[in-house]
């Protein structure tokens, strides 16, 4: 099939989700077929220019996508439901996510978004759930920053990205400032449990995410809800899982694969 694109973005963002998934097909260590296939190509390509281009017909012309919201919504559904690829078609779908919100919504550039976006690529195919519901879904996440200010939002962001670098104790100063200054939050709370997790204050972390899964009630969507109790769990259950389990739930939570 010829590669006819809308314009150069779409034509990019092609070219950067294959990148992606070959990249994790060549990825040694990841559980993959190892196998790089575009099996779906049409629906790849039908994907990139929809997010670009019009509707036709209307008039005036009506983009497909009216604003970011819609724009990852459709390539959430689109990407993880069409298997455009012989594998890692979540996987993909996930880190083409992640890249295009880093710059447009920075403070859903961290641990706690992404593993929601992962549990809900599961769901979505488990549960068959349609456009509509990706939409909701999606626009329900990015409406939960305005639960706080943008200068709480801006120092969560900031604690995670001290964490991510192994600078805890400027992080803990970072959260209590934060504290006394805005009130608790559901959001602050998550941060710095995943703060405590690395600095290996495991009690802590546990202590921070059950007072963030009380305060979440009634203003958390499921998949939020079970993303806490998911990391409560695996700190809970730290002395009767495996090592190598365990270890590899701390490199993703530091966000460092390698240590």
Request: with cysteine.
């Amino acid at each position: 099939m010829e590669e006819i694109f809308f314009n150069e973005d779409a034509e990019l963002l092609y070219k950067r989700i294959v990148e992606i998934n070959k990249e994790l097909m060549n990825d040694s260590s990841s559980k993959s077929l190892k196998k790089f296939a575009i099996l779906n190509k049409g629906t790849l390509l039908d994907l990139c220019n929809c997010v670009y281009s019009t509707i036709p017909f209307s008039n005036p012309p009506k983009p497909y996508c009216s604003d970011f919201a819609e724009m990852t919504a459709m390539i959430i559904y689109k990407l993880n439901k069409g298997h455009c690829f012989a594998d890692g078609n979540k996987r993909t779908t996930l880190l083409i996510i992640m890249e295009l919100i880093k710059d447009a919504y920075p403070v859903f550039y961290n641990d706690f978004f992404k593993g929601g976006l992962s549990i809900f690529l599961k769901d979505m195919i488990k549960r068959n759930l349609n456009e509509d519901d990706v939409i909701n879904w999606v626009r329900y996440q990015y409406d939960l920053k305005y639960e706080i200010s943008d200068v709480e939002a801006q120092i969560i962001y900031l604690i995670m990205q001290y964490k991510r670098h192994g600078f805890y104790d400027l992080a803990e100063e970072r959260y209590k400032e934060c504290l006394a200054v805005y009130g608790p939050s559901v959001a602050l709370y998550k941060s710095m449990a995943k703060v405590y997790t690395c600095k290996g204050e495991y009690d802590k972390a546990i202590n921070l995410y059950e007072q963030a899964i009380e305060g979440s009630k009634g203003k958390i969507d499921e998949f939020e809800l079970l993303n806490l109790k998911f990391h409560r769990k695996k700190l809970l259950s730290r002395n009767t899982i495996s090592k190598e389990e365990f270890s590899l739930y701390l490199k993703s939570v530091s966000g460092n694969r390698n240590g």
